[in-house]
């Protein structure tokens, strides 16, 4: 481990750039080390590998900079980390029909390139964080179908209007506000026209 490390260093030395050293794999790792996993699917993260970009359910760019995580309904508990808003390339967090639990981290509004954030059907609480509307790139955000509570940040319909996001969904879930409740569909759900 030791001359791993060193290896690692004196690589970034080498060549001064900032080089990842499987800091991305270290923050799925993190993450992993918070799920409970009954059905096993994330036994291929393996962190001693060089890179996540081998691990079932994670895909990477030319770089080695992971762009995707799918673990759509795979029986996963436990919550969301921090540490995912160090995936800096990150465009596809889907990890909806699980039983997610805890909040939202405010990091996951670091992941400016994020294109979909889809945690529909799980068991998250709390508010969704404003750091959402640093999202600039991000087109479906689906929430709905846990027990998120709070008002829906004002940044979000920003997004909308100005940003590039076409899918929001945050139906079935326990936020306050007579607009958001009497309106809910009108106002906060908008449905993609190429979908339908
Ligand atoms: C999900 O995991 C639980 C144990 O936590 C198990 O009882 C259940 O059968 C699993 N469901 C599926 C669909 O694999
Ligand atoms: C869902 O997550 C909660 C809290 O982590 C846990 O107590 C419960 O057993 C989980 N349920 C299933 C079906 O996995
Ligand atoms: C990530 O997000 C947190 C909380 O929003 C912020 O304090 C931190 O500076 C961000 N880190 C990076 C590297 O942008
Ligand atoms: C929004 O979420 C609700 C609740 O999960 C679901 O019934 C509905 O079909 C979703 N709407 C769209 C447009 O996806
Ligand atoms: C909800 O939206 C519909 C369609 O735009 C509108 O007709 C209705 O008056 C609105 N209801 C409230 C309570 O604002």
């Known amino acids: 481990m030791a ?13 001064s750039v900032a080089v990842h ?11 992993r080390a918070q799920l409970m ?5 994330l036994h291929s993260w393996d ?9 079932f359910h994670v895909a990477c760019n030319s770089e080695n900079s992971v762009i995707r995580v799918h673990l759509g309904n795979a029986n996963l508990s436990g919550p969301l980390v921090p540490e ?5 390339n990150l465009q596809y967090l889907e990890v909806s029909d699980n039983n997610l639990s805890g909040s939202i981290p405010t990091e996951i509004g670091n992941l400016t390139s994020l294109v979909s954030l889809n945690l529909q059907h ?10 959402l509307g640093n999202l600039v790139s991000l087109s479906f955000l689906k ?6 509570s709070g008002v829906i940040p004002p940044y979000l319909f ?26 809910l569909t009108v106002t906060t759900i908008i449905q993609d026209p190429r979908a339908s």
């Not at 050293?21 to 993450?31: F, H, I, P």
């Not at 909308?160 to 958001?180: C, E, K, P, W, Y």
């Open 84 to 88: 995912l808003g160090q995936l800096a």
């Open 37 to 41: 996993d009954p059905n096993n699917v």
């Open 143 to 148: 929430l709905n179908g846990n027990k998120l």
């Open 3 to 15: 001359s791993q490390i060193l290896v690692c260093l004196l690589f970034v030395a080498a060549m």
């Open 158 to 183: 920003l997004l909308i209007q100005r940003g590039n996001l076409i899918v929001m969904n945050v139906s079935d879930n326990m936020f306050a506000g007579t607009v958001h409740r009497t309106n």
């Open 122 to 131: 799980n068991q998250l609480t709390g508010p969704i964080p404003s750091s």
């Open 47 to 55: 962190p001693t590998l060089v890179n996540p970009c081998t691990w």
């Open 21 to 31: 050293c499987n800091s991305e794999g270290d923050a799925l790792n993190a993450w």
